[in-house]
């Protein structure tokens, strides 16, 4: 699927927010293990959180429903028992990490595995943890990298998980800590990158029913033997996704407002506002609207990035456009994502004629007067939205293989064609 974006100017649009991936994912799970029944309503259905609800129906949990709402049978913390299976997470880095701690409460053998690029994406320092604490883990490939199998126990106590990769391990163990034998007590070194996901976490752990004790970013502890209570619950909306529908202000000039975002959440890609008023936007926010508004000329920025990694790519989108320099730190562990993103984005802005460098842990983008032209966003959906800014911006910018949208945000292209950008 080939989407081709034309120049937009002085725009007044209104969206509605998809809901959010992260908190889909941990709900799904959340909801998995809890005892009694969990109505999940308004849950994300995309690419990346089906491969999470279809591998928890493979561990023999019980979800009717194919849309709003999910209705989840809780597992207690105790999976049914059964032969060995293989859960194929697809491009889901999330759900292949979260899952891997989770599986440990299967009396059996499980095996997650994935993607090609999936098994370029590390695993080790989570399955180094596991293992510490009465797991066994076996790579079926190359060590430290997906697939691999995973069986024994998940006993909780005292364990270390590196946090310079991912945030997402520490998630894992974090999600599973209430079903263990033992408290869990976290600790993570250095100090996580994208640690704003752990406040993602720790919310929906507490919605559920357990409230993790913390230290900062880098100490955590988890009760066990209370265990989540199943509930209704309602996923909020995505700021990750919404950023592509407000950058189209800045770029483009006029108002846009999003729909859908609750004013207090704890995700740390509401960062993205803060931004695009220091790029000269002006941003206000009414009950759970955000309106981004700009009618003067756009600045660059300065920011350290890593705790709203998925926004990287729309701030990087909206940079060209500014009058200064924007530099972004904070951006090493993406090389880690579904594409090596920093690279792949610096390499695609250069084709159009854009000006970047790029250093071990931070990009910088000089403005440019871009051009037309086409577009592989490498599989990566994040970026493949963000062309879609830039092109709007610009005009005549072709997005190949567009569908990759459908990883977290299936609606991308059908709502820009709603309000007449396609």
């Given at each position: ?105 299967a009396s059996r053998e499980v ?7 999936m098994r370029e994406r590390p ?290 292209w059908d709502q820009l064609r ?5």
């Open positions: 699927m080939r989407v081709t974006l034309r120049r937009a100017r002085d725009v007044d649009l209104r969206f509605s927010a998809p809901p959010s991936k992260s908190y889909t994912h941990r709900a799904l799970i959340a909801g998995a293990l809890a005892n009694g029944e969990t109505v999940l309503r308004t849950p994300l259905l995309a690419q990346d959180t089906h491969r999470t609800l279809a591998a928890l129906r493979t561990l023999g949990v019980s979800i009717t429903g194919n849309g709003d709402p999910l209705r989840i049978r809780g597992t207690g913390g105790m999976f049914p028992t059964g032969g060995p299976v293989t859960l194929d997470l697809g491009d889901s880095g999330t759900s292949l990490r979260l899952l891997s701690s989770v599986a440990l409460l095996t997650l595995d994935g993607s090609p690029r695993v080790g320092p989570l399955a180094d943890a596991l293992t510490a604490m009465g797991g066994q883990v076996r790579y079926r490939g190359r060590t430290g990298f997906p697939p691999l199998t995973v069986q024994g126990v998940f006993r909780g106590g005292t364990v270390t998980v590196d946090g310079s990769i991912s945030s997402q391990f520490a998630s894992s163990l974090l999600l599973a800590g209430p079903c263990g034998r033992e408290d869990l007590v976290l600790r993570i070194d250095p100090p996580p990158v994208s640690a704003s996901y752990l406040d993602v976490t720790a919310d929906i752990m507490a919605a559920f029913g357990v409230e993790v004790e913390r230290e900062g970013t880098t100490i955590f502890r988890v009760p066990a033997g209370k265990g989540y209570r199943g509930r209704e619950y309602r996923v909020e909306g995505d700021y990750s996704s919404a950023s592509y529908l407000l950058a189209l202000a800045a770029v483009a000039g006029g108002r846009v407002t999003v729909e859908g975002l609750a004013p207090r959440s704890v995700q740390g890609d509401r960062m993205f506002l803060s931004i695009l008023a220091s790029m000269g936007c002006n941003v206000r926010s009414e009950g759970d609207s955000v309106t981004v508004e700009r009618a003067g000329p756009l600045h660059g920025v300065e920011a350290e990035m890593s705790s709203a990694p998925d926004t990287v790519m729309t701030v990087c989108a909206v940079a060209p456009f500014a009058d200064s320099p924007t530099i972004l730190t904070g951006t090493g562990h993406l090389q880690y994502k579904e594409s090596d993103r920093i690279r792949v984005m610096a390499g695609r802005i250069r084709l159009l004629g854009g000006k970047v460098e790029v250093g071990e842990d931070r990009i910088r983008i000089l403005p440019a007067a871009l051009h037309g032209g086409t577009v592989d966003p490498a599989g990566d959906h994040r970026i493949a939205m963000a062309f879609a800014v830039i092109g709007l911006g610009a005009g005549g910018v072709t997005v190949e293989h567009a569908e990759t949208v459908g990883k977290s945000f299936p609606g991308f709603g309000v007449g950008l396609l």
